[in-house]
């Protein structure tokens, strides 16, 4: 038996699951039958086409060897690093998804160098500083108070050497909150057959259904964070340059996107920065 499958496989969100709203209830719902289908969901050459090398291509150029990916999940993008010749240590609060990850590298001929982390305390348990920082899969939405927003990203801050970047990206819950909910399921969730959808929206949640063909049903509870709070969020902690991408493009109209994706540089620029 798998060590993804010998954990948890009911989720836990109690009598009134609207009401689970804590930063750190996201580690328990990652149940190993969750983590044993996230792959489906994603579907790992989808995903990789849809995306391109988009990622690889920001860490290319600004000379990133040493890439910390704080929110690993079954390991998509560390394995898509480590093939394009990256240092990758992959980091999750999720033990189910961490070992997922490991064996979706060992299927690869890869060591997946894992270590389960919690953001808020991240120089506690990762040590060394790294070039970039990758937190990808709509995975800061988890955290749902602000002070703990804002310690994760002075942790990943202090975690960068004085020029590194921070990649992190997150659904266009603008356009839920304002415009109601719609996916062009083009990137990121590519799975066939899989339903992904909101079942409760408001300011404070955004609550998740993820329907598989096997007729099994979890949820994820996540914070609908704005586009230009995360951008603010970031400059507060020191983050001197912040460019935004919509679905991987520099030119787009806000409501349009599916996803966003920011990359925020450590270093100071003489030129100021504009929204």
């Keep these: 038996m798998s060590a993804v499958s010998e954990g948890k496989t009911q989720q836990e969100f109690g009598d009134d699951p609207v009401q689970v709203r804590e930063s750190d209830h996201y580690t328990k719902e990652y149940v190993g039958g969750f983590a044993d289908k996230w792959d489906d969901l994603i579907d790992w050459d989808s995903r990789a086409q849809s995306e391109g090398s988009f990622f690889i291509d920001e860490l290319k150029k600004r000379g ?51 270590v389960q982390v919690d953001w808020r305390w991240l120089n506690r348990d990762i040590h060394g500083h790294y070039d970039a ?99 603010r969020l970031m400059r507060e902690v020191g983050f001197q340059h912040i460019e935004t991408y919509g679905d991987f493009q520099e030119t787009y109209k806000d409501a349009d996107p599916d996803f966003f994706i920011h990359v925020a540089e450590k270093a100071y620029r003489e030129e100021p920065d504009s929204e």
């Design 64 to 114: 990133c060897k040493r890439i910390l990916d704080v929110a690993a999940g079954t390991g998509f993008h560390s394995v898509r690093l480590i093939e394009a010749g990256f240092e990758v240590v992959s980091a999750d609060g999720s033990a189910e998804m961490l070992a997922k990850a490991f064996q979706n590298g060992r299927s690869r001929d890869h060591i997946v160098r894992t």
């Design 133 to 231: 920082i990758v937190c990808l899969g709509n995975s800061f939405t988890h955290l749902f108070d602000e002070n703990d927003r804002r310690k994760a990203l002075a942790e990943m801050y202090a975690t960068l050497k004085h020029d590194g970047i921070l990649i992190l990206d997150q659904r266009n819950y603008d356009a839920i909150l304002d415009h109601g909910y719609s996916s062009k399921h083009t990137f990121y969730y590519c799975g066939d057959d899989v339903q992904v959808y909101p079942e409760h929206v408001d300011e404070g949640l955004a609550r998740f259904r993820y329907g598989f063909p096997d007729g099994s049903v979890y949820h994820l509870n996540m914070f609908p964070l704005r586009k230009n709070y995360v951008r």
